[in-house]
């Protein structure tokens, strides 16, 4: 059996109980969007890591350096805001190709620099290494949370609204640009855009922590059909999603309709959006629309409801169910 058969969830999931057998009580594992390490009665850090390569995650003839930098950081900043955590401190190792030019990690730097400024979070150390002829690039996060407030992807509730921060699909428009060289139109820019500098939904994902209405709670990295599931299969429960709901922006629409992209597909399967996926007890949804309308001038968009069953996903489009499933990205499938 090779690992393209089980997939990454597959491999993950053949040492996961080993290990979380392992931890106290009071500490979470692997599985959700970070770790959660709990420090007294009140308060627990949170951790998350991950890794990009060249030419599997980013392609350095597309991507600048300073957006990497960002981009780097960003990731793992969004697994923080998912929790409803703050982030603290963060840490950096890289392997390089030792011709790499000295200015273009100083200006990966700069851009690692400018998020980490933007939300208080200093680089406190890594690890350096030389690579073979890729750039490799791991971050790992510490952030901070109350306890009460951490949210898990374990706790979505029958009859939940099903709710994203904003646009999907955006990232995954703007990759579909890069490759297909259609990349000089205004809204060709901004898509690109989305996809080379995510802004993790910090400021969100403390706000919405805070609100007891809010169960369940993760980021948007591998697209929602992908990642609706995570939070399915942790709170043993199924979706239906309404496709008509799925919030997109007037450039991905417009770049759908002139490149005959399927606009669905991008939105439901692309990845690298970055914003929050959350459910949310019903009777709060008008209170928490208001509240987080006049906190970000912006509204929360429910897309559908958390039902009973097995973590299944029901796709409907004009009140009509949908045989077909987009599935989200996992790595080696
Ligand atoms: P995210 O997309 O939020 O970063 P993933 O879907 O990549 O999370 O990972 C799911 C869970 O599996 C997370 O809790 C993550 O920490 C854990 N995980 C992923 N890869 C590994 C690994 N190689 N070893 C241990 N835990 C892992
Ligand atoms: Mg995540």
Same mark, same amino acid.
């Given at each position: 059996?090779?690992?393209?058969?089980?997939?990454?969830?597959?491999?993950?999931?053949?040492?996961?109980?080993?290990?979380?057998?392992?931890?106290?009580?009071?500490?979470?594992?692997?599985?959700?969007?970070?770790?959660?390490?709990?420090?007294?009665?009140?308060?627990?850090?949170?951790?998350?890591?991950?890794?990009?390569?060249?030419?599997?995650?980013?392609?350095?003839?597309?991507?600048?350096?300073?957006?990497?930098?960002?981009?780097?950081?960003?990731?793992?900043?969004?697994?923080?805001?998912?929790?409803?955590?703050?982030?603290?401190?963060?840490?950096?190792?890289?392997?390089?190709?030792?011709?790499?030019?000295?200015?273009?990690?100083?200006?990966?730097?700069?851009?690692?620099?400018?998020?980490? /400024?933007?939300?208080?979070?200093?680089?406190?150390?890594?690890?350096?290494?030389?690579?073979?002829?890729?750039?490799?690039?791991?971050?790992?996060?510490?952030?901070?949370?109350?306890?009460?407030?951490?949210?898990?992807?374990?706790?979505?509730?029958?009859?939940?609204?099903?709710?994203?921060?904003?646009?999907?699909?955006?990232?995954?428009?703007?990759?579909?640009?890069?490759?297909?060289?259609?990349?000089?139109?205004?809204?060709?820019?901004?898509?690109?855009?989305?996809?080379?500098?995510?802004?993790?939904?910090?400021?969100?994902?403390?706000?919405?922590?805070?609100?007891?209405?809010?169960? /369940?709670?993760?980021?948007?990295?591998?697209?929602?059909?992908?990642?609706?599931?995570?939070?399915?299969?942790?709170?043993?429960?199924?979706?239906?999603?309404?496709?008509?709901?799925?919030?997109?922006?007037?450039?991905?629409?417009?770049?759908?309709?002139?490149?005959?992209?399927?606009?669905?597909?991008?939105?439901?399967?692309?990845?690298?959006?970055?914003?929050?996926?959350?459910?949310?007890?019903?009777?709060?949804?008008?209170?928490?629309?208001?509240?987080?309308?006049?906190?970000?001038?912006?509204?929360?968009?429910?897309?559908?409801?958390?039902?009973?069953?097995?973590?299944?996903?029901?796709?409907?489009?004009?009140?009509?169910?949908?045989?077909?499933?987009?599935?989200?990205?996992?790595?080696?499938?």
């Amino acid at each position: 059996m090779k690992l393209n058969n089980i997939g990454e969830f597959g491999f993950i999931g053949r040492f996961e109980s080993r290990f979380n057998q392992m931890i106290q009580k009071q500490d979470k594992g692997i599985g959700d969007d970070c770790a959660i390490l709990s420090i007294n009665e009140t308060e627990a850090h949170v951790v998350s890591t991950d890794l990009l390569i060249e030419d599997i995650h980013f392609l350095t003839d597309h991507i600048s350096p300073e957006e990497l930098g960002y981009k780097s950081l960003a990731v793992n900043l969004s697994d923080i805001a998912a929790m409803g955590a703050r982030p603290l401190y963060s840490f950096l190792s890289i392997g390089i190709p030792k011709n790499t030019d000295v200015a273009y990690l100083d200006r990966f730097m700069n851009g690692y620099y400018e998020l980490s /400024a933007k939300y208080n979070c200093p680089l406190m150390g890594g690890d350096t290494t030389q690579s073979a002829d890729r750039l490799v690039i791991n971050v790992g996060v510490i952030g901070i949370g109350t306890k009460a407030d951490l949210k898990l992807r374990s706790a979505a509730r029958e009859g939940d609204i099903i709710c994203v921060s904003g646009n999907l699909g955006d990232s995954a428009g703007g990759l579909k640009c890069l490759l297909s060289k259609t990349n000089e139109t205004p809204y060709a820019l901004h898509l690109i855009n989305k996809h080379h500098k995510p802004e993790p939904r910090i400021n969100e994902g403390l706000w919405l922590g805070k609100q007891s209405a809010v169960h /369940a709670m993760m980021d948007i990295s591998d697209g929602i059909s992908s990642d609706l599931k995570h939070i399915l299969k942790a709170s043993q429960k199924a979706a239906q999603i309404d496709l008509d709901k799925i919030p997109t922006s007037e450039e991905l629409k417009r770049a759908a309709t002139e490149n005959q992209w399927d606009i669905n597909a991008l939105a439901t399967g692309g990845g690298e959006d970055y914003e929050l996926l959350f459910t949310l007890k019903e009777e709060a949804f008008p209170g928490i629309q208001k509240a987080y309308l006049l906190e970000f001038g912006k509204t929360v968009q429910p897309i559908g409801r958390i039902v009973e069953g097995k973590n299944e996903i029901s796709w409907f489009q004009e009140g009509k169910p949908l045989k077909t499933s987009n599935s989200g990205y996992d790595h080696f499938a």
